[in-house]
């Protein structure tokens, strides 16, 4: 028998038999930004963050007038004012800004913090529905980041729908 067609034959092969396993291989692809911006636990999660730190923003904003209010009143001040009522706004002013560096500071942090335990408990909500759905519906892979999703194999509508009936 002719060499050539002894690769060939076991070319096709391993090809035939590859293409078998493919066919019975079932694969799935979650997008997992969508499940945080769009799945009910992450929307009742950002609605519970914005209302606990109101409280906090509106203290900041309260700060930022106050300076902004002072600092136009520095700047009107006239000439023929008191240098020593000058200096005094100047170190109210400068104690204002510290304290509205420190309240943003403090407030991004404790944000970033919150958001990321609120982030984890979704995320862990998430990874169970997509378990439950791949037992389900006997899918051998599921991938959470891909850098192209085909839109058949793309679960995250069905993911979704499963967390928001979860409640």
């Known amino acids: 028998m002719n060499t050539k067609l002894m690769v060939s034959l076991f070319f096709g092969?391993?090809?035939?038999?590859?293409?078998?396993l493919a066919g019975d291989f079932k694969v799935g692809v979650v997008?997992?930004?969508?499940?945080l911006h769009e799945s009910a636990p992450a929307m009742k999660a950002a609605q519970k963050i914005e209302k606990d730190f109101s409280a906090r923003d509106q203290e900041i904003k309260k700060t930022m007038k106050q300076?902004?209010?002072?600092?136009d009143y520095l700047d009107k001040m006239t000439v023929g004012s008191s240098e020593t009522d000058r200096r005094n706004k100047e170190r109210e002013l400068n104690a204002l800004n510290v304290n509205l560096q420190r309240l943003q500071r403090e407030f991004r942090e404790d944000l970033n913090l919150r958001k990321n335990e609120e982030l984890a408990v979704v995320?862990?909500?998430?990874?169970?529905a997509i378990q439950a759905i791949a037992e389900a519906e006997k899918y051998d892979l599921i991938l959470q980041e891909a850098v192209y999703r085909n839109p058949r194999?793309?679960?995250?509508?069905?993911?979704?729908?499963?967390?928001a009936s979860d409640k």
């Open 123 to 128: 995320l862990e909500k998430a990874n169970k």
């Open 31 to 35: 997008d997992t930004e969508r499940i």
């Open 13 to 20: 092969a391993i090809l035939g038999a590859g293409n078998t």
């Open 67 to 71: 300076v902004k209010e002072l600092q």
């Open 153 to 163: 194999i793309d679960i995250t509508d069905k993911v979704i729908k499963s967390l």
